[in-house]
C-alpha cells in the first residue's frame, strides 16, 4: 500500500510580483533541508526522488510545486515526520528559525565543475539577465491585468446587496459548524491552490479535495464577494479551534480561492476561471452568489461594458503568460549549462545524506 500525495504551491506569480507562503508552509516542521544551486543541478530531482521514496513508505507527501516552471517541484514535505526540503535558490524569502538545528543548508554548487561555467560565463549572465526581464515584464502585465479586473469589479460591487451577502454567510457558517467549538488552539496553512505558470493556469483542486466528503463550489461574477466569503469562514473556523488550510488566489494574493477544513471534511471554493470545476460526485453542492447577492439583470444591462474588460482582461493575462514562457525558455538554456557541468554521483550522494538524516526522524 502506497501512501497519499497532495500538491500545491508555495509561491505564485501575482499581480504583487512574485509572492512566497513558503515560510508559512515550512512553519511546523522540526527539519528543513535549503537546496541551494542554479538552475539544472539537480534540485527537482533530488527532491522527488525522495518524495516518491517516502510514498512507498506510506507515509503522506506534500509537494511544493514550481510556478516557473510545471515540470519542476519547489519543496517536499514529508507529513508524518515533520521533515521538508526546498529550493532556497529560487525567489523564495526563506526565514531561518533556528539554524542547525532546524534548517540545514545543503550545497549542490559542490558537484559543479567551475571551470566548465568560467567558459560560459557571459552566456550564463546574459541568459540570467534576459530570464529576469522577462519575468519582471510578466508582473508587470500581471499588475494592468489587476486594475483591468479591478475595474470589471466595480460593476457587480455597486449591484450587490451586502445584506444578503451577509445573510448567506452567516446561514454557510452555522451549516459548516452549528455551535462546535473544540477546546484546542486551531492550526492555519496559508497554500495557493494554484498558479499562472509558463502553460498557462495551473491547479490541483481535485487533488487536494479528492478526500474531503462535503464540496462547496461557489459560482458567481467578479466582485460578487465569493473572497470575502472564504476569508469570514477561515476566521470563524479559526475561532472555534478547527485547523484550516487557506488557499489564496494565485492572481491577487490579497483574495482567497479555497478554504478547507479537514476535521468537518469541508471544502469550499471559488469555482470560476481559471479554475472552473462542476459538482461531478455525491456530496458536491453549488453556492450561487450571483443569483442570490447581485441584481438580476446585471449582465444584460452592462454587457457591453463587461465584455470590454473580458477581452482587455484575457488580453493583458495572455501577453504575461507569453512572457513567463520566454522566461521559462532562458531558464532552460541555463539549465542545460550547469547541466553539462554537474558531477550527478555527486549529488546522488548528497540525495543519500539526505535520506540518512530523514531516516533518524523515523526512528524517533
Not at 82 to 106: C, D, M, Q, W
Not at 312 to 334: H, I, P, Q, T
Amino acid at each position: 500500500m502506497a501512501g497519499s500525495v497532495r500538491n500545491y504551491y508555495a509561491g505564485g506569480n501575482t499581480a504583487k510580483g512574485f509572492h512566497s507562503l513558503c515560510d508559512d508552509c515550512l512553519k511546523d516542521l522540526q527539519k528543513v533541508f535549503i537546496l541551494q544551486g542554479a538552475p539544472g543541478t539537480g534540485k527537482s530531482t533530488l527532491m522527488k526522488k525522495i518524495g516518491e521514496y517516502w510514498v512507498g513508505r506510506n507515509y503522506q507527501v506534500e509537494y511544493l510545486h514550481c510556478p516557473l516552471d510545471t515540470s519542476s517541484i519547489d519543496g517536499v514535505i514529508i507529513v508524518e515526520l515533520k521533515v521538508g526540503i526546498v529550493n532556497g535558490s529560487g525567489s523564495y524569502e526563506i526565514t531561518p528559525r533556528a539554524l542547525g538545528a532546524i534548517e540545514e543548508y545543503i550545497n549542490l554548487g559542490e558537484a559543479w565543475d567551475s571551470a566548465k561555467l568560467a567558459d560560459q560565463k557571459d552566456q550564463i549572465v546574459r541568459l540570467s539577465m534576459l530570464a529576469g526581464n522577462a519575468t519582471q515584464k510578466a508582473y508587470e502585465h500581471f499588475a494592468e491585468a489587476l486594475s483591468i479586473h479591478d475595474n470589471w469589479e466595480k460593476i457587480y460591487i455597486e449591484a450587490m446587496d451586502f445584506q444578503k451577502a451577509d445573510d448567506l454567510t452567516r446561514k454557510l457558517i452555522f451549516q459548516f459548524f452549528g455551535n462546535m467549538t473544540l477546546n484546542k488552539e486551531s492550526t492555519v496553512k496559508h497554500r495557493f491552490l494554484g498558479a499562472a505558470t509558463p502553460d498557462g493556469a495551473v491547479d490541483y483542486v481535485p487533488n487536494l479535495t479528492e478526500d474531503v466528503a462535503k464540496r462547496y463550489f461557489i459560482k458567481g461574477r467578479p466582485g460578487s464577494g465569493k473572497s470575502t466569503m472564504l476569508k469570514k469562514i477561515a476566521e470563524e473556523a479559526q475561532i472555534r479551534g478547527l485547523d484550516v488550510e487557506v488557499y489564496h488566489c494565485g492572481f491577487d494574493p490579497n483574495s482567497l480561492d479555497m478554504v478547507i477544513v479537514r476535521e468537518l471534511g469541508i471544502a469550499i471554493f471559488d469555482s470560476t476561471a481559471p479554475h472552473e470545476y462542476f459538482p461531478s460526485r455525491d456530496g458536491d453542492e453549488i453556492v450561487d452568489m450571483y443569483g442570490t447577492v447581485i441584481a438580476s439583470g446585471t449582465d444584460e444591462i452592462f454587457e457591453e461594458e463587461i465584455n470590454n474588460h473580458k477581452t482587455a482582461y484575457k488580453n493583458m493575462m495572455d501577453s504575461a503568460m507569453g512572457f513567463l514562457k520566454e522566461s521559462n525558455g532562458y531558464n532552460r538554456e541555463l539549465e542545460e549549462i550547469y547541466t553539462g557541468a554537474m558531477d550527478f554521483e555527486k549529488v546522488n550522494e548528497q540525495t543519500e545524506r539526505i535520506q540518512d538524516m530523514i531516516h533518524q526522524f523515523e526512528e524517533n
